[in-house]
């Protein structure tokens, strides 16, 4: 059986980050990366760019396939890791092979959720996460489409805005009674859907479809959306199944140092749910770019023989909607025990909200208000 | 620029040296990576765009990083020369 010093399982940001950080600091050993997809890094973020044609597709990749035999990391791409036997330290790949390791970092990011109403899957729908996803969305995403947009998250508003740009006709159809009631307070839900429609787009609120047919989607209050195409962004879930034990609520277990229980294990990403110590231990799990890059950056570090907590701020931001400039500090999610804060800046317009926890800034939502970036992270992490 | 420390670059054993920064406003839409890799050398303003604080901020090794980390590559970096070094 193969041994190798670091298995990283993932390509995306978190897990190459931390490849690259390792043989930047020195790290002589050798480095395999396992990915599932076909290609080098590219940057999920500007797939839409992509879709719209603001960029040509093969702008989206960040590395190339030689990117990587320069710094000596092999990669085997296609494979995914379907079990790992932490005492024996051994990895088996999804083609049978084993490889033992003696250092593990799971990178394995989330993957869209399956979209099971009846009906789904006679008629294909477009997803956005993969660059053939994008290649999928751009090729039929035309002047004059009507796209129905199932999930009115992040991906639903990149859709509604590739739709926009596109100048095809959307309705986004949003479960809740407003939008994004597990983060927002009515206020900035007011804007967003104000901003959606000035944009062009129609938003339904308590929206749940019930069936998906040829002819468009029938609501589970019997309101048909007659449509050319359906969009789906309904949330990822993290793919805990090959991990076994170190299976959490929200993603795979880490420590405040993104080390998992067992010896030679890190995990960081879209995949871990960690204790962070920036939020006085708060466990949960982030999915943007920027943690992911960090962690995998702090995973990095920690393969030289780094021992230290994760302390990063996470943060996020978006503005593919006119109008609607959000910036996402720390823990904004609605989680238990939890309240909110929300200051009016500017009716309609300009709205921060806090969240808070045991009496602790745990994170900030700011809509239309940047300047106010610096003084919520210091809040936050003071 | 003349105590800056030349890091070698992997790929071709060169020193690498970066002489100027550009941070195209519009491509940027304020992840923020850039900042945590090299703070001394990348901020974000009121606009949530990231400007630059200080070209010798960080090392250069460091400042390729943070331009690679971006996730609209949105950084440009040039030798002395005057040549794109990423991306």
Request: glycine share 10%.
């Amino acid at each position: 059986m193969r041994e190798v010093e670091v298995l990283i399982v993932g390509g995306g940001v978190a897990g190459t980050t931390a490849a690259e950080t390792y043989r930047a600091g020195g790290g002589a050993g050798e480095v395999v990366i396992v990915s599932d997809e076909a290609h080098p890094l590219y940057s999920r973020v500007l797939l839409p760019h992509a879709v719209k044609g603001k960029i040509s597709p093969e702008k989206v990749f960040l590395k190339k396939n030689e990117s990587y035999p320069e710094k000596r990391i092999e990669t085997l791409f296609g494979r995914s890791v379907t079990h790992v036997d932490y005492g024996r330290r051994v990895a088996k790949l999804s083609d049978g092979e084993e490889i033992a390791y003696r250092k593990l970092v799971i990178a394995v990011g989330a993957k869209p959720r399956d979209w099971d109403v009846p009906g789904a899957d006679a008629h294909p729908a477009l997803r956005l996460q993969t660059y053939e996803d994008a290649a999928a969305v751009a090729a039929a995403v035309i002047p004059g489409s009507r796209l129905a947009i199932v999930g009115s998250g992040f991906i639903g508003l990149e859709f509604a805005a590739i739709a926009v740009a596109k100048g095809a006709k959307a309705t986004l159809l949003n479960r809740g009674p407003r939008f994004w009631t597990s983060m927002f307070c009515a206020e900035i839900a007011a804007v967003m859907q104000s901003a959606l429609e000035t944009a062009g787009v129609e938003v339904r609120n308590h929206a749940k479809v019930a069936e998906r047919a040829a002819a468009g989607v029938r609501l589970s209050d019997g309101t048909d959306i007659a449509c050319d195409l359906v969009a789906i962004g309904i949330g990822v879930e993290v793919p805990m199944e090959p991990f076994g034990d170190l299976r959490g609520d929200h993603g795979l277990a880490a420590d405040a140092s993104l080390k998992a229980k067992h010896d030679g294990v890190w995990i960081a990403g879209d995949c871990a749910e960690f204790e962070d110590a920036k939020l006085g231990g708060l466990r949960h799990a982030v999915g943007n770019w920027t943690n992911a890059m960090a962690q995998g950056r702090h995973v990095g570090k920690a393969l030289l023989g780094e021992d230290a907590p994760y302390l990063q701020l996470t943060q996020y931001t978006t503005n593919v909607i006119p109008g609607a400039n959000l910036i996402f500090l720390g823990e904004c999610r609605n989680i238990a025990a939890s309240t909110s804060d929300a200051r009016v800046i500017e009716e309609g317009k300009k709205i921060v909200e806090y969240r808070v926890l045991d009496g602790r800034v745990i994170g900030a939502i700011l809509l239309n208000a940047p300047e106010l970036r610096a003084e919520a992270s210091a809040k936050i992490s003071g | 620029m003349s105590d800056e420390k030349p890091v070698p670059t992997e790929a071709s054993g060169k020193p690498l040296k970066i002489a100027k920064i550009v941070i195209d406003r519009d491509l940027c839409i304020g992840a923020a990576s850039c900042v945590v890799i090299a703070p001394e050398t990348f901020q974000m303003d009121d606009e949530n765009k990231a400007y630059l604080v200080a070209l010798e901020g960080n090392d250069a090794e460091t400042i390729k990083m943070a331009a690679e980390s971006c996730p609209t590559k949105a950084i440009f970096l040039y030798d002395e020369e005057g040549n794109q070094v990423y991306p």
